[in-house]
Structure formats: C-alpha cells, structure tokens
C-alpha cells in the first residue's frame, strides 16, 4: 500500500521540523528532497511526492521538507531565526538524520534559495537541482509584492472568504485558477483549528522582509547559483511571474553547461506541482540523474 509518513527531525537548537517522507530506500534511485517556499509547508508538494515516490517503474524515496514556522514544524520563539543561514543549517541537519548523502533537491522560491545555499556549503550532496521560478536575481517587483501579504493576511471567516483573500493577492499569478484551484489553494494556506481557520506559517517569518527597499535592487548571488553547475538543472518559471525574468533565466542558462528551462504558461508565481505540466518534466529529470551516477 502507498502511504506517505509524517517523521519528525531535530534542528541544532532543539527545534523539531515536520517531513512528509513516502518511497523506497533504494540505493539504484536517487532520492529526491522538496523544500518550500518562504510562506509555504511541505504539503505544497504533495502531489509530486506521490508521483515520484509511487511511480510505477521508477519509485525513488521523497523527503518534503517543512522550515521552521512552517506547517507542522515547530516555530521560533526568536523570528530572527527565520533566515536563509538558520535555515540551511536545519536542512544540513535533516539530511544527517535521514541518511540522505546526496540527493536530487527541488527547491519552490525560497527552497531554491536554500539549495543554491546547499550548493555553497555541501556541493557534493547535490546530484541534480530543480529550481521553481527563483534564480540568482530576483526581482524588485515580486519581492515587495511578496512583502505587502507575508505575515500580513487577515483572518478568514470562513473558506469562501478564504478563497476571497487568496485570491486579493494572487489572482495575477494564477488568472487561470478555476474556484476549485483557489480553494486547494486557499486551504494549503490555511487550516482548520479548535480557533477556526488559521494560518499553516507563523506570520513572523515577515521578518524576513522588513528591510526590502523598492528603490535598492536585491543583491545577486551568482556565486551561489555558479555552485550548482557541476549538476543537472532544471528551471521552471511561471509566464506571468514578477520574481524571476526571462532575462536571468538566459543568464542563468549561459552560466551553466547542463541547464534546462522550461516556461508553464498561465501562471505567475510560482508554478504549481499539481499535474503533469510540471511533475512529468521532474520525473524524467530525475531518471537522468540516477543514471549519471555519482
């Protein structure tokens, strides 16, 4: 039977942080770690998970990732913590206690941040990267849109006004969205508790963003993209997104000897794992990977 389990991991403060882990521990098949984005839990990836850990000739062992404040993980008394640095030595961490040595990392937005991070810190575990609309410049717009809603959406009332608030500050990333997408949405956003509907991330992860200046371009980090190239890559970016450009994306390209970008149309930021547009793309991905070996 297909089940994917919930298992609990250890930070180096003491802090426990949620996985969703399904798959075989097969040592002929790469396995495959998804790290979310900045306001996202691991339940984002669910359904990728599911294809890859449950594919019928290729079955590879998953790990979905939940930082910090995110989901069922614990969340920081101290949201000075709430950090790419903090964050990578969590996700170091993980990787110690799930025995997982080297990997293919699919990495949403901030997840991609923190595998590019990986790349700088422990190169060797990285046997393939998948970044999901982020890359080494980011840009000015997406990061103060981004900004005006972490930590910052109201409480809703109920899912239809769920679906309203979601949509308030995403309907131009997905103008294609049908009232059952936002509701899927809306409720990897928000869940249900003894107090009503609450939200899935502590809303002091805005921490993060406090500083964002519209008039100051986000520093590059090309030296950390440049870690990645010793490594399969596969870039999505969503059509209408406000983070990522086609122009870093050539970039991007030019700068690594074994990239493919592929661009989802319809969406903005960031793409989706929820079908086939994007899941089939990263399962033949990581077929490649295994077969470069190490």
């Known amino acids: 039977m297909n089940k994917i389990n919930d ?3 250890i930070a180096p403060d003491g ?30 990836f669910r359904e990728l998970l599911e294809a890859l850990a449950f594919d019928a000739h290729h079955p590879r062992r998953v790990i979905a990732l939940s930082s910090r404040g995110r989901g069922l993980s614990d969340r920081d008394p101290n949201p000075e913590n709430y950090s790419v640095p903090v964050e990578l030595n ?15 990392f699919v990495g949403t937005s901030r997840g991609g941040i923190l595998t590019m991070a990986l790349a700088a810190a ?5 046997a393939g990267a998948v970044l999901n609309d982020i890359g080494p410049v980011l840009e000015m717009p997406g990061l103060i849109r981004i900004q ?10 109920d899912w239809d006004d769920a679906v309203l608030i979601q949509k308030s500050v995403m309907e131009q990333e997905f103008p294609a969205f049908s009232e059952a997408d936002w509701l899927r949405y809306a409720r990897l ?13 502590d809303p002091a992860i805005s921490v993060n963003l406090r500083e964002l200046d519209a008039s100051k371009p986000a520093p590059p980090v090309w030296p950390l993209f440049d870690g990645l ?19 870093t994306v050539a970039a991007m ?31 033949d991905f990581a077929a490649r990977c295994d077969g470069r070996g190490s």
């Open 7 to 9: 298992l609990y991991v």
């Open 15 to 44: 802090l426990k942080l949620h996985a969703l882990e399904a798959g075989p521990r097969d040592a002929s098949r790469l396995p495959a770690v998804c790290l979310p984005g900045l306001a996202r839990t691991n339940e984002d």
């Open 90 to 104: 969590d996700l170091l961490a993980a990787l110690t206690q799930l025995q997982i040595e080297r990997a293919i």
């Open 122 to 126: 422990k190169p060797q575990a990285i």
């Open 148 to 157: 005006s809603y972490v930590g910052k959406l109201p409480k809703p009332e």
């Open 189 to 201: 956003t928000w869940r249900d508790s003894d107090n009503g509907i609450v939200g899935r991330t």
């Open 229 to 247: 190239k010793n490594a399969p890559l596969l870039v999505f970016r969503g059509e209408h997104t406000d983070l990522l450009s086609r122009e």
């Open 253 to 283: 390209k030019s700068r690594h000897p074994d990239m493919t970008a592929l661009e989802i149309a319809g969406v903005g930021h960031p793409p989706v794992f929820w079908d086939e547009t994007t899941i089939a793309p990263i399962r």
